[in-house]
Structure formats: C-alpha cells, structure tokens
C-alpha cells in the first residue's frame, strides 16, 4: 500500500513541476531598455517582485482590470493588469500568472516591460501609467488567408461592426471598456469581431485609441480575412471565425462569473448521499491520476531538458513555424508572376541583386528582389531571419509578404510601391516640381516615424545604416517607405553590435564615426536622417551641391547660411512655398542631426517630438561633420572619397575594411532589446 507520505510527495513534485514547464509563448512582448534598468537585488527588483506577486490577488475584483503601484521615490514601481473582456476570472488570473512570470524572465533587468498574450495584459514601469493612453510600443497580427471576393463590401460591412463595437466599449464605464460582437459579411460569412481599452481611460481617450487601431488596418490587415492591432492602451482584432466567447460578452462586469455547469447525474443514480464507498473510489482514482501525471511529467521534463540543449537561434514555436510556412511562396508562382524575370519587368538593380516587378494571379501587384547567391547563410538562418523581419510592421516601412527558398534560389516578396524612390523625384528637374511643401514635410514626419518605430518600437532594434533617397519609397499618396531594413543581416556575417568589420554605406549619408571608425548606433541613422532632411529643403544631392559655379558640401553650405542668417538661400527655388515657420525649423532640425558629436544629436524620439510640437526650444546647433570639407570642387570631393576605400588586405592588421559607394548595399543591424 503506497503511504499518504509518499502520495503527498508525488503531489508536490507534480505542482512544482507543473509551475518549471516553461510558460507559454506571449504573442508579443516588449522589454524597453530607453526607460532605464535595475540592477540585481536592488530595492527596485524587490518592489517589483512584491507588486507582481500580489497584483491579482484581490478577490473583489471581478472585472479583469487590475492596478497597483509598490515603493517610493525612484524605487516605486507601477503595474496593470487587463485581461479580456470575455474571459472569466480563473483563466484571467492564470494568464496573469504566467504573465508575471514570463515577463521578468524576458526582461530581466528593465524597468518598464509589457507583453500580451491571447487572453491578457500585463506592464509594469517606474513612472505612472495608470490613466494615460499610450499607443506604443505596439503590434499587428493578420489571418494569412485573403478575402476572396467582394472585397470593398467586406470592408464596409467591417468598418460598420467596428464602429459600433467602437461606442459600445466608449460607453462601458470605469470598470469595462469591452465589446464584443458579429456582422453579416459578403460569399455568406460571419464578421466576428472585439475592441477593448483599459477601463482607466477617458470616454474620449478609448475613443481616440481605438480610432487609431482601426485605422491601422489598412497598413496591417488590407485584403486579409483576420487581423488585430494591439497598444498598450487599446486593442482589436476581427476574424471570419468566433474566437471569443460569447456567453460571457453579455454579462455585466459588476456580476460574479458563474461556475462551469456540472453534467447531470447518470438517471440511474439520484441518490445524493456521498457514503464510504464513493470515497474509496475517489481515492484510487486521485492515486491513478497523480501517478500517470508524474510520469508524463518526467518524461516532459526529460524532452524538455533536451530542447534547451540546443542553441537557442534554432529554436522554433509552432507558432513561428507555422508563420515561416504561410510566408513562404513557390517559386514557379513567382516566376510566372515576374515573366521569368524579364527584362521588361526590372525595375532596378540593387547591392544584393535585381528588382522585378510581379502580379500574382489573385492580381495582387509584388516587388520581387532576386538576392545574389554568396549568401553565408543556411536556409533555417534565412527562414529566421525573415520572418523576424516580416514581424516588423508600420505605414513607413516597406513591407515584406514573403521569401521563396528554392535551390540557390532566394527570393524576397515586398509590397509594390508605385512611385518608385524619392531620388526620382527629388533629384529630377522635371519631377521635383511635383514636391511642394506640403509633400515635403508629410515625407519628412513619415521617414522620422519610419525610424523611430526601427529604433524604439519594434519587436528588434534596428539600425538601417544606409538611410538615402534611393531607400525611401513613395506610395500612390506619396506617403515614404523605408526600404532595405532588417535584410543586410542575412548576408553579412561579419558584424557585432557596435563595431563592424565591413563598413559599407553611401558616400555623403554615413556619419563619420561610422564611416572612420565602424562605429554604429541609432545616431548614425540620425545622421543620416538630418542629411536627407537638408536635401529635401534644397533639392540637391549632398555630395554634388551646386551653388553657382561652385560644387560645395551640402552640409557646409547649410551651416554657414545659418550662422550668417541667411538660411533661406538653402531652400529649393523650385518649391512652392509654404509656411516659413516650418521651413525654417525642419532646416534647423536637419542641422541638429548632422552634428559631429554625436552626443549633440537628438534622438529620433526628440526629432519626431521637435517636428509636431513648436511649443519646444530647439538648441543652437554646433558644426556639421564633415565641415572641414566644404567649398570643395569635384575632384577634390572625389579624390576624399577614394581615400575612404581602403582595402582588406591593408587592414587586416585594423580589422576594418572600408568602402563607400553610391551602388553598394545596405546594411542594417539587428538585436534584441
């Protein structure tokens, strides 16, 4: 007879195993390194693990929204908890449970972190979160399966349900702000859909949010038959599929959640007595049950153990696998699609392969970029890589549909963008005449957010390291696109994060510490920011300015000007005017970001704050890089150039080679936060 010792031992073992399984994977996460660290042991950490441990202890509440805060001074720590609003309360505290769980072990040492799984919330921060709306950071999911027909009138009958479920939340209270709710839809199916904010926002604020989540659709979800958009402070998503349940959708969130509904008892037995025999049974099945659940569990534990003997890069979610398979397309689609890449189809030629132009036969119109084959990489590398990459979604960066592996074959599907790149226009005497003011600064905010967003917001910190006009790509609406971010990683192997080994950029964008040293980081992209700024003001390439019959540096130019108050010799005469206000200020901006300290540089945060809010004092800028530089003629500007491509084999004593070109490729860095 097994003793109640040893039952009583297996029964702690099961529960202590069943809490080491590693918890399930969030949907997304976000560990905010800018908002500052703790380290291990500090007063911080232990007020963090006191708030999480107790945040959804509270039994009174029953509504799925929880907040507290832990500590004093700059040891104080915030925390919210949002659980969706159909789940009931078990499942929401378990998913909180795991949530608190997760998070601190992926974001170890950062104050502020988020993450969200299917069913709930959870952030923490050392400032106040309580009752302010924040749209970032965020995160897009889509259904990979496309509306077949009827396309204009499934939007419609959507944007209808998603307004109404839009007032329905608004108008929800301080305890709830949660609909949920279908729709007829076109070829006989059902629109579910659900929004939610976090019940401490305003009725005008969980507005304001869920707006700009519906209006994120397009950029994430055009076409798709499922989709959401998630912040911090609101959330939606729709599918052609009921994915919430809809029992509990219509229960006040005042009312206790009821219990599960027991199964009738069998007719035979009515008798509701509970005598010894019942309970023996009882007892052989708990032994049973406990005794099959400890073998399966080591035997998990066994596989479990094995897995995290492999390198952690190969590791793969059903998930992630699944999405590696619904990005990948045949290749004969695609070469039917280009024409077998035909000369007719070329749109350019780029440092890592040729451009075609592709329609696939729903009609959908691709950009198809035909990568070289010196590829270092193994094809379980290349999957990774993309679908990290294809994770990256905003209305600024080009985005990626897919990648065909086939052979030697590697292929990556873009979205096409129909106006071609910014230097087309910008650069052309004819063409240029289409960039009024207005386009100008709507392309200048765009490329900042574009930045931002790789920098700050998304899933990966991403330095572009080759920001230029040729990379900015212009929509119908003439909205920029940045382009050739997150794919250098793939080919180049040789970099680290903060030094690189190859240096290759664009003559006249790289900032000097890079282009000198290979030294990179987000304010190199700064540079190059600021320096695409200024030629937008003049219409002129950075490298070849022409100021009568002088060929002088762009950024010289522009610095002189300033300081001799005549600024406005700097701007395009081809443009039509606008405010000389903004004008003036974008200049100043531009010159900000091309500072040669790098210190002196804002960052993307500041600038896109600088470019929306006149309210803020701009500083005095200090000298350009590269200062030194102006007033030089074409010769001398070339003979500078080469002086940069040192070769190989000269450095190899050094560990950098060096080499600028105006055709060379990208290279961006990825890392995670």
């Known amino acids: ?368 970029k035909r990568l070289s084959m010196n590829s270092g990489q193994g094809n379980l590398e290349f999957k990774n890589e993309v679908l990290l990459v294809a994770k990256l979604q905003h209305r600024n960066l080009v985005r990626l549909l897919g990648f065909c592996l086939e052979g030697i074959e590697r292929l990556l599907i873009y979205e096409f963008v129909p106006n071609t790149s910014l230097d087309h226009f910008l650069f052309d005497p004819v063409k240029r005449l289409h960039l009024d003011w207005e386009r100008r600064y709507k392309i200048i905010g765009g490329i900042a957010r574009g930045i931002l967003y790789l920098h700050e917001d998304s899933r990966l910190r991403i330095i572009h390291r080759d920001l230029k006009a040729s990379n900015i790509l212009l929509d119908a609406e003439m909205n920029p696109k940045i382009s050739d971010f997150g794919m250098a990683k793939l080919f180049l192997l040789d970099q680290t994060q903060g030094n690189t080994s190859r240096i290759v950029g664009t003559y006249g964008y790289m900032a000097p510490e890079y282009a000198m040293h290979g030294q990179f980081s987000v304010k190199s992209d700064v540079f190059s920011f600021g320096v695409l700024v200024l030629e937008l003001m003049s219409g002129q390439k950075n490298n070849c300015f022409r100021n009568g019959e002088n060929v002088e540096d762009l950024l010289g130019y522009a610095w002189k000007n300033w300081r001799e108050g005549t600024a406005s010799n700097i701007v395009d005469s081809t443009m039509r005017l606008g405010s000389a206000t903004e004008i003036m200020r974008c200049i100043h901006i531009g010159l900000l970001c091309v500072q040669e300290n790098v210190a002196d540089r804002p960052t993307m945060a500041s600038v896109v704050l600088m470019l929306n809010s006149f309210s803020i004092t701009l500083p005095v800028p200090s000298q350009p890089a590269f200062f030194m530089h102006s007033n030089i003629d074409s010769e001398t500007a070339f003979q500078w150039e080469q002086s940069i491509q040192v070769t190989e084999s000269d450095e190899k004593s050094k560990g950098n080679s060096v080499q600028a070109s105006v055709n060379e490729a990208s290279i961006t860095e990825l890392y995670p936060r």
């Open 1 to 368: 007879m097994v003793s109640s010792s040893f039952l009583f031992f297996l029964s702690a073992i099961f529960i202590f195993s069943a809490q080491a399984v590693a918890q399930p994977a969030f949907l997304y996460n976000f560990c905010l390194n800018d908002k500052g660290n703790y380290s291990a042991n500090s007063t911080y950490e232990g007020n963090l693990n006191r708030l999480l441990s107790s945040l959804y202890s509270n039994t009174e509440i029953d509504y799925g929204f929880y907040n507290s805060s832990y500590g004093q001074n700059s040891d104080k720590v915030y925390a919210i908890g949002l659980c969706r609003g159909d789940v009931n309360l078990d499942d929401c505290r378990g998913c909180l449970n795991n949530a608190t769980s997760l998070l601190k072990q992926l974001c170890p040492n950062q104050k502020e972190a988020i993450g969200w799984y299917d069913e709930c919330m959870l952030r923490y921060s050392n400032r106040s979160i309580l009752g302010v709306e924040e749209t970032s950071p965020s995160f897009v999911m889509w259904n990979t399966n496309n509306v077949s027909a009827n396309y204009d009138q499934f939007k419609d009958d959507l944007r209808t349900l998603l307004e109404n479920l839009r007032s329905q939340a608004v108008a929800g209270g301080s305890l709830r702000k949660f609909a949920a709710g279908n729709a007829t839809a076109p070829n006989f199916q059902t629109l579910y859909a659900l929004v939610q904010c976090t019940p401490d926002l305003s009725e005008l604020e969980c507005q304001n949010c869920l707006d700009g989540t519906i209006r994120g659709i397009p950029q994430c979800c055009d076409g798709k038959q499922g989709g959401r958009v998630v912040t911090p402070s609101c959330n939606m998503r729709f599918e052609v599929y009921q994915f919430y349940t809809s029992t509990a959708v219509a229960s006040p969130p005042s009312s206790p959640v009821a219990p599960p509904v027991s199964p009738p008892p069998p007719l035979t037995n009515t008798n509701t007595t509970k005598g010894s025999g019942s309970n023996t049974s009882r007892i052989v099945i708990i032994i049973f049950v406990s005794t099959a659940a400890f073998v399966v569990l080591v035997i998990s534990f066994c596989i479990y153990f094995r897995a995290r003997r492999r390198p952690r890069e190969k590791l793969e979610t059903v998930d992630e696998i699944r999405s590696v398979e619904s990005l990948q397309f045949d290749f004969d689609t695609i070469r039917v699609a280009t024409d077998n890449f035909s000369d007719e189809n070329k749109l350019g030629q780029g440092g890592f392969g040729a451009v075609y132009k592709g329609r696939l036969f729903d009609g959908q119109v691709i950009a198809v």
